[in-house]
């Protein structure tokens, strides 16, 4: 089992910046994928970013390339997403989550573990 625990959302005003942190725990971690998705009001889960625990891959989505950008501490066990110019559409319920996968795939349903969630919100 591994267990998440994310923090770090709140309100912030467009073109600000924000990080999301995720606690993990349990299982050897380094043989994870961890990744961050989002899911707005009446839209589907997707993919933000994701990154081996090794550090030696990572993967962003386009709609956030060159503006979030995800890393870890394996001594903290914690994994972050650093949110730069954020945009409106950037409001949703962000979340992470743990593939025990080899490479860092963008689909919800390959992934074994999800944190609660915590809230973005940009205001224009």
């Known amino acids: 089992q591994v267990q998440l625990v994310e923090s770090g959302g709140g309100l912030v005003q467009a073109g600000g910046s924000l990080t999301l942190s995720c606690a993990a725990s349990?299982?050897?971690?380094?043989?994870?994928?961890m990744g961050w998705f989002r899911q707005a009001p009446g839209k589907e889960r997707e993919f933000v970013a994701g990154?081996?625990?090794?550090?030696?891959?990572?993967l962003y989505a386009d709609s956030v390339k060159g503006r979030f950008t995800i890393f870890r501490d394996t001594g903290k066990s914690t994994v972050y997403l650093q949110m730069n110019s954020v945009k409106f559409e950037d409001t949703a319920v962000y979340y992470c989550?743990?593939?025990?996968?080899?490479?860092?795939?963008?689909?919800?349903?390959?992934?074994?573990?999800w944190g609660q969630g915590t809230q973005v919100t940009v205001s224009s």
């Open positions: 349990g299982r050897t971690l380094s043989r994870f994928v």
């Open positions: 989550a743990a593939d025990s996968s080899v490479f860092v795939r963008p689909y919800v349903s390959v992934y074994d573990y």
């Open positions: 990154i081996k625990w090794s550090g030696t891959m990572t």
